[in-house]
C-alpha cells in the first residue's frame, strides 16, 4: 500500500484552493511558509500552524466616526472590524480605539456630542389693542408668541387655545376644532434663538354672568420628531388639564417634572401659558326720566272763600339713575294763598320746595302743600299748576328723556 504524506512546512499545498480532498483524508491545510508560489495565503502571510494570517487594519465604525451623536456607550459596536478600548470622554468629544489582530495598527476613532436640544416655549398676553375694562360683548385681542429656544428648526408648530365659557372666537384666521379648542398652526419657520407671534381675536359672550374668565393656549403639535427626538421640557398635546400653569408668563420652567415634583414656578410647563382678566358689569345705557302727578287731598264738591285745602303732589322716578335734589314749583294763581311753612314763596306767585330724599330708580315720593282760598276771591274755579323746576340728571351728563323742568307755567302741555 503507497501513502502520501503531506505536513506543515513542506513548502506544498495540497491545493490552490487549498481544500482537495484525497481518498485517505481531507486536506486542511491553507498555506505553507515554505511554499514557493505563495497562493492562497492570507494577505498577513502564514503562520507556523500553516493558517493565514488575516492582517486587515481595523476600521472605526463609519456611522460614528467624526460624526455627532446624541448619545454613545462602550461595546465593540465602536469599530466597524476590530475591537475598541480606551473609551473616554474629554471636551464634548468621545475617543476610542479600534484594534485588530496581533501585528496591526489600532486606528483612533472619535465623536463630537451632540448637545443640541429641541426646545419651545409659549406666551400668551392681552394685546394692547383690547385694554380693560371688558363687558359682556367685548372684544378682546390676544398676543400668542412661540420662542425657538433650542437649537434646531422649528416649523408647522401647532398651537391650540381652550376657549372657556364666556368666550367666543371671533378671528377667522382659526379653526374651530370643536370642545371649546380652536388651532392654527404656524406658517413660518422659526429659527434657532428666534420667535414668532400671531393674534387671536375673541368676544365675552352676551350671556355671560360670571366676573372672571381664564383663558389658556399651548403647543399642540410640533416638529421634534423630525431630529429623532422630543421637547427638552414639555409634552406638546391638546388636553387643557395636565400643564402646570403659573402667572407671570414663565418660559424657564420644566414641566415634565410637574407630576413628580408638584406644579411650581420650576416645573411650570413652558409650552403653555394663559390670562386671568376680570369682567365687569354691562353698564345699562343711560334713562333719565321723572313725572310729577298733583291731586287734592280728600277732595270735596266744593269749597269757600276762606277755607284750607291741601294738595298732594308725588314725584315718580321713571328712569335707570337715582334722582336727588329735585325742586319743585308751584304756581299759585289769584285766589291762592301759601299757607304752609313747608315751602318757600319766591315770588311772582312761585313756591318751591326741595326733595331732600333720593329716589332711586322706580321709587317715588309724595309732598304736601296747604293752601288757603283768598277771602276775597270772587270767582268759581281755580287752576293751580305744579311741575319739576330743577333736577340731576346733569349728573349722569344727560337730561330727562320726556321733559325740561324749568319754572315758566306757560310752557308746557297740560292734560287733566
Not at 348 to 376: C, D, F, R, W, Y
Request: glycine share 8%.
Amino acid at each position: 500500500m503507497n501513502y502520501r504524506v503531506f505536513w506543515c512546512g513542506d513548502g506544498l499545498l495540497n491545493r490552490p484552493d487549498g481544500s482537495t480532498t484525497y481518498t485517505n483524508g481531507t486536506a486542511i491545510e491553507k498555506c505553507d511558509p515554505k511554499d514557493p508560489n505563495k497562493v492562497g495565503w492570507g494577505n498577513g502571510g502564514c503562520n507556523v500552524s500553516c493558517q493565514p494570517i488575516n492582517s486587515e487594519p481595523p476600521v472605526c465604525k463609519s456611522d460614528y466616526n467624526g460624526k455627532t451623536l446624541d448619545n454613545l456607550t462602550g461595546g465593540n459596536h465602536l469599530c466597524e472590524k476590530g475591537t475598541y478600548s480606551d473609551f473616554n470622554f474629554t471636551n464634548n468629544t468621545w475617543t476610542w480605539k479600534c484594534n485588530g489582530q496581533a501585528g496591526t495598527t489600532p486606528v483612533d476613532c472619535s465623536a463630537t456630542k451632540n448637545d443640541k436640544v429641541y426646545d419651545l416655549a409659549l406666551t400668551k398676553v392681552i394685546s394692547p389693542e383690547t385694554p380693560a375694562p371688558y363687558q359682556t360683548g367685548s372684544t378682546v385681542k390676544f398676543s400668542i408668541t412661540v420662542i425657538n429656544q433650542g437649537n434646531y428648526i422649528a416649523k408647522n408648530i401647532e398651537v391650540t387655545d381652550y376657549l372657556p365659557d364666556g368666550l367666543e372666537l371671533d378671528d377667522a384666521g382659526w379653526t374651530n376644532a370643536g370642545a371649546g379648542k380652536v388651532v392654527k398652526t404656524l406658517t413660518q419657520e422659526i429659527a434657532p434663538g428666534q420667535s414668532v407671534a400671531i393674534t387671536l381675536q375673541t368676544k365675552i359672550s352676551a350671556n355671560f354672568t360670571g366676573n372672571k374668565i381664564r383663558n389658556l393656549a399651548e403647543i399642540s403639535k410640533d416638529n421634534s420628531g423630525d431630529y429623532n427626538t422630543t421637547d427638552k421640557d414639555s409634552t406638546p398635546d391638546t388636553n387643557v388639564n395636565n400643564d402646570c400653569f403659573r402667572e407671570g408668563h414663565l418660559v424657564t420652567g420644566n414641566g415634565k417634572l410637574a407630576q413628580a415634583q408638584g406644579c411650581s414656578d420650576t416645573t411650570d410647563e413652558d409650552d403653555h401659558d394663559g390670562v386671568d382678566f376680570t369682567v365687569t358689569p354691562k353698564t345699562s345705557e343711560t334713562n333719565y326720566d321723572l313725572a310729577l302727578i298733583k291731586k287734592v287731598l280728600n277732595q270735596k264738591a266744593a269749597y269757600l272763600t276762606g277755607e284750607n285745602l291741601t294738595f298732594e303732589i308725588t314725584v315718580y322716578n321713571q328712569g335707570n339713575k337715582d334722582a336727588k335734589n329735585i325742586e319743585v314749583t308751584d304756581y299759585l294763581p289769584a285766589g291762592l294763598e301759601l299757607n304752609d311753612a313747608g315751602w318757600t314763596n319766591v315770588g311772582a306767585g312761585k313756591i318751591t320746595k326741595i326733595l331732600t330724599q333720593t329716589l332711586a330708580p322706580n321709587a317715588h315720593h309724595t309732598l304736601n302743600l296747604t293752601v288757603k282760598i283768598s277771602e276775597n276771591f270772587t270767582g268759581t274755579e281755580i287752576t293751580n299748576y305744579a311741575e319739576i323746576s330743577k333736577d340731576n340728571s346733569g349728573d349722569y351728563n344727560t337730561t330727562d328723556v320726556d321733559s325740561t323742568p324749568d319754572n315758566n307755567s306757560t310752557n308746557d302741555c297740560f292734560r287733566e
